[in-house]
C-alpha cells in the first residue's frame, strides 16, 4: 500500500507533456501544472492560431497567459527528488521506429494508445484521459493508431475532410464542396461510407461464392485424382495379369518345345543305340569268324580243312548301315535357330508395342484445360514435383550417395561399389533411378567448384575416361553447367553461354512429349535461364555431374 501511495505521489508531481517530475513548475488559469519549458513550447507551436490551450482538458486561453513560476510546487518537487522517488514510472512504453508516437509527448515521445479522428491527433495513455474524463470529448471518434491521420487533412484549406466527390472521386472538405467542387455530385463521406460499405458487402458475398465454387473445383479435382488413381491401379492390375498369362504361355510353350526335344532325343538315340548293338553284335561275330578261320588255317589235315571250311567261312548278312552315311547328323541346331527366330521377332514387338505403350500412358492427361501449356509461377511448376533418388549402380567409384541417396559428393576415397554394367568408369557422374517420360519438375541445390545437371538416355556411354563421355558433351545427354557466376548450357559438345542470376539452386522443366527442357535460376522468384525444343526418342534420366573433391549436387525435397 506505502508503495502504491508513492506512486500516486510521484504521478501527481509529474508533468503530462514530457512525463517526468516538474522542472520550473507553472500552473496555468485552468489550475493545471507543466514545466514551463514543455507548455511554451506547446503554445509557441499554436501561436498562428492565437489560441492557447490545456493539454489535458482543452480549456482556451485568449490572450495568452503569462507564465509564472509556483513556488510552492517547485519546493515540493524539489523534496520529492530527495527521497529518491525516481522521476519516471519504470513501465512506460516508448515509441520505436514501426510504432505511432504521442502527439502530446515532447522529448522521448510514449507510443500512440489511440488516435482521435476529430483531434486529428494520436494520444498515448496519460494524454488520453481527458477524452475519457471531460464531457467535451464524448462525441469525438477514438481509433487504433493511426500515422496517416493528416491525409483527413485537405490541403487546399487545412479543413478536416468529411465529404466526398462522387464526380471526381476523391475526400474533400465542406470548403472545397463550394468552391473548386461546385455542381458537383458531394454527399458526406459517412454517406458514401455507407453504400461503399453496401457494395463491400456484395463483393464479400462474390468472393465467398468465389470460394464455394473453388472448393466445389478442389472437391472435384480430388475425386478426379482418386479416379485416376483407381484407374491407374485397375490398369496395373490388368496388365500384371496379362504379362503373367504371357509368361505363362511362353513358360509353357517352352516346356513343351523341350519335352519335344527330349522325345525326338530318346526316338533318334534308341534307333542309334539299336543300329549300335547289332554292329556291335555283328562285330562279335565277325570276330568269331575270324578266329574260326585262324584255328582252320592252321589244320594239317587236307581232309578235314576241305570238308570244314563251307561252314566256317560262311558269313551272315551285314547291317545295312548306309543311313549313318545317307544324313548327316545336325542335331537340334535348327530348333535352336528357330527359338531364337521367335525370340527375335517377339523383341521386335515387344520394342513396338512397348513404345506404342508408353505412348498411351503419357497421353492421359486429367488435368484442366490449361495442361497443355508451360507453367508460369513457382506454384504452377510444384503441380509436376517428383522424387528423384540416385542409382548407385551408375555413380562412379569417386562419388558418394548420401541424404537417401538423393545427394551426391566427390570423396578423395572410392567407394566400395560392387561391379556393374551401368557405372560411370571415367566421369564422376551418376543418373536417377527414375526414368521420366511425362511432365515433371525438379530443384537442384549445389555447391563447390562446377557442377553439371543435367538428363540423359540410359544407354550413354559409361566406359573409358574420354570428355565425350561427360553430359553435354554427347548427343545423349543435356547439362547445364553451374560455375562461379556464370551458366553455360551443354549438348553434343556445343557450349552456349547462358546469362542470369546466380543461384545455388537451379530448377528443372521436363515435358518429354513435347520436347520442352527448361532450366531455371530459382531464389525468391524463378528465372530462366535456358530453354530446349526438340525430340526425345528415349526415356531420359536425371543427372549430375561433379568437378572435385568436394563438389556437392543434392535432388532437393520439394512441398
Request: aromatic share 8%; net charge negative.
Amino acid at each position: 500500500m506505502a508503495q502504491q501511495g508513492a506512486q500516486l505521489d510521484r504521478e501527481n508531481f509529474c508533468c503530462s507533456i514530457c512525463l517526468d517530475l516538474l522542472k520550473d513548475p507553472v500552473t496555468i488559469p485552468c489550475g493545471h501544472s507543466y514545466c514551463m519549458s514543455c507548455i511554451k513550447n506547446f503554445w509557441d507551436e499554436n501561436d498562428k492560431k492565437e489560441i492557447y490551450s490545456c493539454p489535458q482538458c482543452r480549456q482556451t486561453f485568449t490572450p495568452r497567459p503569462v507564465l509564472m513560476k509556483n513556488t510552492m510546487l517547485a519546493v515540493l518537487v524539489e523534496q520529492l527528488k530527495k527521497t529518491g522517488l525516481q522521476a519516471a514510472p519504470a513501465d512506460l512504453c516508448y515509441a520505436g521506429p514501426e510504432d505511432v508516437a504521442c502527439d502530446v509527448c515532447t522529448g522521448r515521445k510514449l507510443k500512440a494508445h489511440k488516435s482521435c479522428l476529430v483531434c486529428l491527433v494520436s494520444y498515448c495513455e496519460n494524454h488520453l484521459q481527458p477524452h475519457y474524463e471531460s464531457t467535451k470529448f464524448k462525441k469525438h471518434k477514438l481509433v487504433d493508431p493511426s500515422e496517416k491521420l493528416q491525409e483527413n487533412i485537405c490541403s487546399l484549406h487545412d479543413e478536416v475532410m468529411k465529404m466526398f466527390c462522387r464526380t471526381d472521386q476523391q475526400s474533400i472538405c465542406y470548403l472545397c464542396s463550394v468552391d473548386e467542387h461546385k455542381g458537383h455530385d458531394t454527399v458526406s463521406a459517412a454517406a458514401e461510407r455507407t453504400e461503399r460499405q453496401r457494395e463491400l458487402e456484395v463483393s464479400r458475398l462474390n468472393i465467398q461464392q468465389r470460394i464455394q465454387d473453388r472448393e466445389k473445383d478442389v472437391k472435384l479435382l480430388q475425386q478426379e485424382v482418386e479416379a485416376v488413381s483407381r484407374s491407374a491401379d485397375k490398369a496395373v492390375e490388368d496388365s500384371e495379369k496379362i504379362f503373367t498369362e504371357l509368361i505363362r504361355l511362353l513358360q509353357k510353350r517352352s516346356s513343351d518345345v523341350k519335352q519335344q526335344i527330349r522325345s525326338q532325343q530318346e526316338t533318334e538315340v534308341s534307333g542309334v543305340k539299336e543300329l549300335q548293338e547289332k554292329l556291335q553284335q555283328e562285330i562279335t561275330e565277325l570276330k568269331r569268324k575270324d578266329a574260326e578261320l585262324k584255328q582252320l588255317s592252321h589244320t594239317e589235315d587236307h581232309n578235314q580243312f576241305l570238308h570244314n571250311y563251307p561252314s566256317v567261312s560262311q558269313l551272315s548278312e551285314p547291317t545295312d548301315s548306309s543311313s549313318i552315311n545317307i544324313r548327316p547328323l545336325r542335331y537340334f541346331e535348327d530348333v535352336t535357330a528357330a527359338v531364337s527366330e521367335l525370340r527375335d521377332k517377339l523383341q521386335d514387338i515387344l520394342k513396338e508395342e512397348g513404345t506404342n505403350i508408353s505412348l498411351t500412358v503419357t497421353e492421359v492427361d486429367v488435368l484442366l484445360s490449361d495442361s497443355k501449356t508451360e507453367p508460369k509461377t513457382r506454384a504452377e511448376f510444384l503441380k509436376y514435383s517428383c522424387e528423384i533418388t540416385l542409382d548407385p549402380n551408375t555413380a562412379h567409384k569417386d562419388v558418394l550417395l548420401h541424404e537417401g541417396n538423393r545427394k551426391a559428393e566427390v570423396t578423395a576415397q572410392q567407394q566400395s561399389y560392387s561391379s556393374h554394367p551401368d557405372r560411370f568408369t571415367g566421369c564422376d557422374q551418376v543418373l536417377s533411378r527414375e526414368s521420366l517420360t511425362g511432365r515433371y519438375y525438379w530443384e537442384v541445390e549445389w555447391r563447390g567448384s562446377i557442377v553439371r545437371v543435367a538428363v540423359a538416355y540410359k544407354n550413354i556411354s559409361r566406359e573409358g575416361g574420354a570428355i565425350k563421355y561427360i553430359f553435354g558433351n554427347n548427343d545423349k545427354s543435356w547439362a547445364l553447367r553451374c560455375y562461379d557466376n556464370n551458366y553455360e548450357f551443354w549438348f553434343n559438345n556445343i557450349k552456349t553461354l547462358v546469362p542470369g542470376p546466380r543461384s545455388s539452386r537451379v530448377g528443372v522443366y521436363l515435358d518429354h512429349r513435347a520436347g520442352i527442357l527448361s532450366f531455371y535460376s530459382v531464389s525468391e522468384t524463378m528465372t530462366l535461364l535456358h530453354r530446349v525444343q526438340t525430340t526425345f526418342t528415349q526415356p531420359l534420366y536425371a543427372g549430375l555431374w561433379l568437378n572435385s573433391v568436394g563438389d556437392t549436387a543434392e535432388f532437393c525435397e520439394l512441398k
